[in-house]
């Protein structure tokens, strides 16, 4: 985290004691996976561009991570109010996979794909700090927790319990996974892979075929 960035905006005027609020874009790792580098760059921007227009005048902001900002300033339900509603958006989406697979000189082909739908969301966490020297051990703790919010809404640090269940920008994945186009085993002694969500290349370990799965999803119009 870049807390320098945050501190370097302060005047030494600000009033104390105030509020820290973490913001940070949720499931950044899967939409980049589905969608790639340049639809989460926009959303970066997108986010960055809502929070500098809804944030108060006094409210001290900076991105602080690739996806993760802080405010320091007396901001509460309106500033997140008036960011989700602008910023949250759900699209039609087909996720799947598709595996090419060969074995003994034959080549096969096998494929799962769902219609569902792609959503885009944020996290909200927010905690008082007393002093300007508190900044970086709430900073730190807001960090912990922010991933264990639910998204859309502003949370206080302070009123979070048990983390909330993982939220998944795709909201329906197909019910089978990875399977062997020739045998239909789902066990692959993998050789290769990048961080898709549906990527890897390997050798099934039931009959031996090399299987090399890929994203067979897409944006859906
Ligand atoms: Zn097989």
Do not use: Q
Not at 15 to 27: I, K, S
Not at 31 to 39: E, K, P, T
Not at 115 to 140: D, L, N, Q, Y
């Amino acid at each position: 985290m870049r807390l320098e960035r945050l501190l370097a905006t302060l005047t030494g005027d600000e009033p104390f004691p105030t509020r820290l609020l973490a913001c940070n874009l949720a499931d950044t790792k899967r939409r980049n996976a589905h969608l790639g580098h340049a639809v989460v760059d926009e959303d970066i921007a997108r986010f960055d561009a809502l929070l500098g227009e809804a944030a108060r005048p006094g409210s001290r902001l900076a991105r602080v991570g690739g996806d993760a900002w802080l405010v320091l300033g007396d901001e509460g339900p309106a500033l997140v109010d008036a960011i989700c509603t602008r910023y949250a958006e759900t699209r039609p989406y087909r996720a799947g996979w598709r595996c090419r697979a060969r074995s003994a000189g034959e080549d096969r082909e096998a494929s799962e794909v769902v219609t569902t739908s792609i959503a885009r969301a944020a996290r909200f966490v927010s905690a008082p700090v007393r002093s300007r020297e508190e900044i970086g051990a709430v900073a730190e703790r807001l960090a912990e927790a922010i991933g264990g919010a639910p998204v859309g809404e502003l949370c206080a640090l302070e009123g979070l319990a048990a983390p909330a269940p993982r939220w998944c920008c795709v909201a329906r994945y197909p019910e089978v996974a990875f399977y062997c186009p020739f045998c239909r085993g789902s066990r692959f002694e993998w050789t290769d892979g990048d961080s898709g969500v549906y990527s890897g290349d390997g050798r099934c370990a039931a009959c031996g075929a090399e299987v090399a799965f890929t994203d067979a999803g897409g944006a859906l119009r």
